[in-house]
């Protein structure tokens, strides 16, 4: 049994959690992690598992080898010896489509191991024991395997990941993230030691790699990252990012090596990816270190956000996109001129898998993942407008609720969001029934609600029970170009609160919601928004706040990723402290009349547990109804079924008591 420590100001109590607080529904469903298509087409590995019956990621994983036709599946045999489970991650196919190479981990070590197996499954060969994490494995046409690896790593990778507990010398120099080669069993290095690379790409012909990085602390300088060339270990500047509110992901080398392709825009993590698109020449030189230098911009105003992109076997630059309610995928051309999309699928679904964009070439096949509120994730495979699915692995789930999508004008913008309602909705509209409402603020800000199967957690237990459920897509998300992602900047929790708000009045025009009864909950910065939330307005009865930012001034200095602040608030807190103050639930603390539930991860880095512990004692000095929870061991992303169930317990718990 694990242990839970619910903090209050009165006492502290041990609760003990039951392993079977959820039953296992009949047909699991199938989560999958990571798909990959050989280059020859024929063979999709993947990686994939049960999903948790209280949501979070699968236990146990499989690496799995589907025939691109159907007509044959391998489940490949891990090297897990004694221990209960190994994760695979990674999975990357040799140029001749015979072997796949992949890493693997025990949970709860940063250790790696690397693993080759042929195209059918069989002749598992261990390649490399390695302490420290490995990612993104990648090989170029002349066979070499490059990846992402983390010498003596003390966390495993991302902010998002539990943090290693502060001792020590807090200054002393942190483990580097870097781009190795394996060869002759061993890493070769190919950037710095000092630089932390956090994406990359071979370049051909042997002239090494391009790749976003900054020296320091990787958790926290992606937000100053900037475009290198790197070989043999060095480093050359090429780009440097325009302003403050421009992020760099995704770089990608076009086949023929002459122009590399970037996103960039303002984004609030690494990995929640939005923006433009962007192309630089590629030259055997280093420049372009004056900020913009070099670049273009292919999509000036594009009324979309660009979430990923690759080169076709063409040589054309395609992307996905999310433009209002809808995933695209377009074409831009060469990359040597702005361009328009020329949008060639679009659905209400989402698109996902680390290689999703990427066609297997020669054969020009793809493979993705893809997912609606109406269908499961399922791996399709296919091209351009052609795609039909490879696996049936969640044909049995049920999707019991109604979705709508709806739009509203506020102030000049036009704002976005999507109303689930529970499956009796039209037997409550024949009974006039009025349901309550949840309204559930996305993380980021910079991210956006996209249609996808509401599987096991928080939102379907809802549903079930009868709430109908918003999701606002208010500014500062993505979806309807730079100009709207940047709306928020210098002004959290202000209009888009406002948007917010007006969207609940579309929702109450939509369907038969009782305004007496409507909750709010987030995490992160929908954390964030539900604390500033009760503390602006006294019409929602009932908040959830996970992982939650009650005071912006005492944040910058707590958590591990202060860098990200600077192109929101446009100055550290030690020079314009007003403009954080301004934004801080704590300093309207007297006003909150809503009964609150606070839950935060104790190694959580981007949102530390002092936050929460902050609005928590400020709502009990007032006599407020609060209830604060510290879940130890988690970070920013729970990963512990045990705690992700009680969780789910809790607030499903808080908002009958308050809303029914």
Not at 370 to 377: D, N, R, S
Request: with cysteine; proline share 6%; glycine share 10%.
């Amino acid at each position: 049994m694990k242990r839970l420590h619910v903090r209050s100001t009165v006492t502290t109590l041990i609760i003990a959690l039951s392993a079977a607080a959820h039953a296992t529904p009949a047909t699991p469903l199938r989560d999958f992690l990571d798909v990959r298509i050989s280059p020859d087409g024929r063979s999709v590995v993947s990686v994939e598992g049960d999903s948790n019956p209280a949501g979070g990621a699968p236990v146990v994983r499989e690496l799995v080898i589907r025939s691109s036709d159907g007509k044959s599946l391998t489940t490949v045999a891990l090297p897990c010896g004694r221990v209960a489970q190994c994760w695979p991650s990674s999975p990357a196919w040799t140029p001749d489509s015979t072997k796949l190479t992949f890493a693997l981990r025990t949970p709860g070590s940063h250790a790696r191991t690397l693993y080759q197996v042929d195209a059918d499954g069989s002749h598992l060969m261990q390649l490399l024991a390695f302490n420290g994490t490995i990612g993104s494995l990648m090989y170029n046409a002349k066979g070499h395997l490059a990846m992402l690896a983390t010498a003596d790593a003390t966390k495993e990778t991302g902010a998002v990941e539990a943090g290693a507990p502060a001792s020590g010398e807090l200054d002393a120099a942190p483990p580097e993230q870097r781009i190795a080669v394996l060869k002759d069993g061993k890493l070769e290095w190919m950037s710095p030691a000092d630089m932390f690379v956090y994406e990359y790409d071979w370049r051909p012909d042997g002239k090494g790699f391009v790749g976003t990085a900054a020296h320091g602390d990787g958790d926290n300088n992606w937000w100053i990252a900037k475009l290198y060339a790197f070989k043999d270990g060095k480093a050359d500047l090429i780009y440097t990012p325009a302003n403050a509110q421009q992020q760099l992901a995704m770089p990608r080398v076009s086949r023929d090596g002459k122009r590399v392709a970037f996103i960039a825009g303002l984004m609030s993590d690494f990995g929640s990816t939005g923006g433009d698109i962007y192309t630089l020449a590629l030259s055997d030189k280093s420049g372009g270190t004056a900020p913009g230098a070099g670049a273009l911009d292919i999509t000036p105003k594009m009324p979309s956000s660009a979430g990923a992109i690759a080169w076709d076997c063409d040589n054309q630059l395609v992307a996905r996109l999310i433009t209002g309610d809808r995933v695209q995928t377009a074409r831009f051309g060469d990359g040597t001129a702005a361009a328009e999309a020329k949008v060639f699928w679009q659905r209400h679904e989402s698109l996902s898998g680390s290689a999703a964009l990427t066609p297997a070439c020669p054969s020009g096949m793809g493979a993705r993942l893809h997912e609606g509120f109406a269908q499961a994730a399922e791996i399709e495979v296919g091209s351009g407008s052609d795609w039909h699915d490879l696996t049936h692995a969640n044909a049995a789930q049920r999707a019991p609720f109604h979705t709508q999508s709806l739009n509203w004008l506020n102030e000049g913008l036009m704002v976005q969001g999507w109303l689930l309602l529970p499956e009796t909705i039209e037997a409550d509209k024949k009974a006039n029934k009025k349901l309550p409402l949840v309204v559930v603020v996305h993380g980021g800000p910079a991210s956006a609600y996209t249609p996808r199967f509401i599987g096991p957690g928080t939102t379907r237990e809802l549903l079930e029970r009868g709430y109908a459920v918003l999701e606002p897509n208010p500014r500062g998300s993505f979806g309807q170009g730079e100009a709207f992602t940047q709306a928020n900047v210098r002004d959290f929790g202000y209009g888009d609160l406002r948007d917010i708000m007006v969207g609940v009045q579309a929702a109450s025009g939509a369907a038969p919601i009782d305004p007496a009864r409507v909750g709010i909950m987030g995490h992160s910065y929908g954390g964030f928004m539900t604390m500033w939330a009760v503390t602006q307005t006294h019409f929602f009865k009932a908040a959830v706040a996970s992982a939650g930012i009650a005071n912006w001034q005492s944040y910058y200095g707590e958590n591990g990723i202060d860098q990200w602040m600077i192109p929101y608030f446009g100055a550290s807190v030690y020079e314009d402290p007003a403009i954080y103050a301004r934004s801080s639930a704590i300093n309207y603390i007297k006003n909150v009349r809503t009964p609150t539930l606070s839950l935060v991860g104790a190694a959580d880095i981007e949102c530390p547990a002092p936050q929460t512990q902050e609005f928590n004692h400020a709502m009990k000095t007032y006599g407020l109804p609060s209830t604060a929870v510290i879940y130890p061991g988690e970070g920013h992303r729970f990963v512990n079924p045990e705690h992700l169930a009680d969780r789910e317990k809790r607030i499903l718990e808080w908002f009958d008591r308050y809303l029914k």
